[in-house]
């Protein structure tokens, strides 16, 4: 006994935009502006999808480092998992999210948005910014892309890192 299958019934089954057309292992996508590198992702697995999205998925985690028009860093993201689509050009972070800025400023949270058109990250969840002075949590954060410039939705409390003579709290 045994099984025959027609080739057109098979791919109707398996539809080409659910299986990657490409998997790239150990991967360092450098993007440049007018001969200017604005920002280097790194990443130890990355599938590329030939859908509509022109989708690309990071399952073991992204690392983004952004820089200035000088060369020198501005902002870096990190995170477990990101995909990015593309035809929208955009980018979403996933699971242990952190992203640092040039002031030693740390955001965490567990889902990013990346807007490369608009150049804004955004999110709905919860948020921790750390600072040299405080910690602010909160709910939902809009800033631009470096962030160095973020407004907090809806702000749920700070701690202060300094006591009163300006020295930090143990």
């Not at 599938?47 to 399952?59: A, E, H, K, T």
């Not at 807007?115 to 709905?124: A, L, P, Q």
């Amino acid at each position: 006994m045994g099984c025959v299958n027609d080739p057109k019934e098979v791919a109707a089954i398996v539809e080409t935009d659910t299986m990657p057309a490409e998997l790239a292992h150990d991967i360092r996508m450098i993007h440049t502006d007018s001969a200017r590198l604005k920002a280097l992702v790194e990443a130890p697995v990355m599938f590329r999808y030939n859908d509509q999205d022109g989708r690309m998925v990071c399952p073991e985690g992204i690392h983004v480092t952004f820089y200035r028009g000088n060369g020198e860093v501005e902002s870096e993201l990190r995170a477990e998992y990101a995909i990015s689509f593309a035809q929208r050009k955009t980018m979403e972070a996933r699971r242990n999210v952190v992203v640092r800025n040039t002031r030693n400023e740390t955001l965490n949270t567990e889902h990013l948005v990346w807007d490369e058109k608009s150049k804004r990250i955004f999110t709905e969840e919860f948020v921790r910014i750390t600072t040299e002075e405080e910690v602010i949590f909160g709910h939902g954060l809009e800033s631009n892309e470096t962030f160095t410039e973020y407004r907090i939705k809806d702000i749920k409390g700070t701690i202060d890192l300094k006591d009163d003579k300006g020295s930090e709290v143990p």
